[in-house]
């Protein structure tokens, strides 16, 4: 059974940070790209970041480049989003998402709110 549980989600202030974790498990995790997805109340799912299989490689929107790091260990399963110098325009659900380019294949999360607000 496919699972990608986030956890880390909560209430910060702005200029805050929190850090989110992804646990993956009922598939091969090193062989997926992980993404990490956000979707404010009212708006369109947004890709905030991705990381590759290997984690060697990294893209980041625009609106949190310099801010957030994505990061994974493949030893873990897991799959992580640190975020500094958080906005309230941050504030939204967050996904893990695992996506396997040879295949399409794809699983979600069911995710973890982020909160910015003084």
């Known amino acids: 059974q496919v699972q990608l549980v986030e ?15 992804c646990a993956a498990s009922g598939f091969t995790f090193s062989t997926y790209a992980m993404k990490w ?3 404010a109340l009212g708006k369109e799912r947004e890709l905030v970041a991705t990381i590759s299989s290997t984690g ?12 957030f790091t994505i990061s994974r260990d493949n030893a873990k399963n897991t799959v ?13 659900i967050y ?24």
Not at 7 to 21: E, F, W
Request: charge should be positive; charged fraction near 15%.
């Open 7 to 21: 956890s880390g989600g909560g209430l910060v202030q702005p200029g805050g940070s929190l850090r989110l974790s």
């Open 37 to 39: 997805y956000r979707q």
């Open 56 to 67: 060697y490689t990294w893209n980041y929107a625009d609106s949190v480049k310099g801010r």
């Open 80 to 92: 992580y989003l640190q975020m500094n110098s958080l906005k309230p325009e941050d504030t939204a």
């Open 95 to 118: 996904y893990c998402n695992a996506f396997w380019s040879l295949s399409g294949r794809t699983y979600w999360g069911q995710g973890t709110q982020v909160t910015v607000s003084s």
